[in-house]
């Protein structure tokens, strides 16, 4: 049975700027659909929730099977997607010469293969109902490069360039695609020895949950295909 409320699905929700998106949308009466490999880390952040508008789905996204399967799921077994936002990521940091074969394909499944995947399972429904949005986190590796973040900057790039053509080739329709572009936050994705420096510059996820919110807002006449969020 299909419910009366925005249907937003977030990957790696079980932590950092996934969890803060999650407590922002249920927060402001979406339901929202927890994806995330570990299914602990998703009823944490459950747990945090004001409300009861919420499901919870494991979720390995750089498998285009798993991807296929769960996302049609999600769909029976709530509603169909609103919005997505491709948020979950991972990165390893390390001179080019010293990241290993493993290293470098877990980035490129999950950043940007992984995004490629969730974004084909909802694309097909959206463009047939001609609504939708899609969010796409990326980072601002995806617009410079940095110091022992190439491979992470690679992969980055990379769904810069899938975002941009999804811009060009949705155009004519009413849905919409959103790039954030953020410097470091302070989770748990850096590590604890940055997260216990509390002048490490890093800024909190909850602030740029906000910003992504605010400017990703469905409106009349207008899209801000591209946020970019700096660090001081």
Known sequence: MRKTLKHVVITGAGSGLGASLARKYNKEGCHVSLLGRDHEKLEETAASFENSNYSIFTLDISSAEEVEKVFEKIVQEVQPIDRLINNAGVGYFERAEDLTASQI???????????????????????????????????????????????????????????????KELEETNIHINAVYMGGMDTPFWGEPEQENKNNGLMHPDDIADIIYENTKTRSNMNISDIIIKNH
């Not at 694309?123 to 949005?133: N, P, Q, R, Y």
């Not at 992470?152 to 975002?163: L, Q």
Request: net charge negative; glycine share 12%; hydrophobic share 40%.
């Open 105 to 167: 394909d877990e980035m490129i499944d999950i950043n940007l293969k992984g995004t490629i995947f969730c974004t084909q399972a909802v694309l097909v429904s959206m463009k047939e109902a001609d609504v939708g949005s899609i969010i796409n986190v990326i980072s601002t590796a995806g617009i410079e490069g940095k110091v022992t973040e190439s491979g992470y900057c690679a992969s980055k790039f990379g769904v810069r360039g899938f975002t941009e053509s999804l811009v």
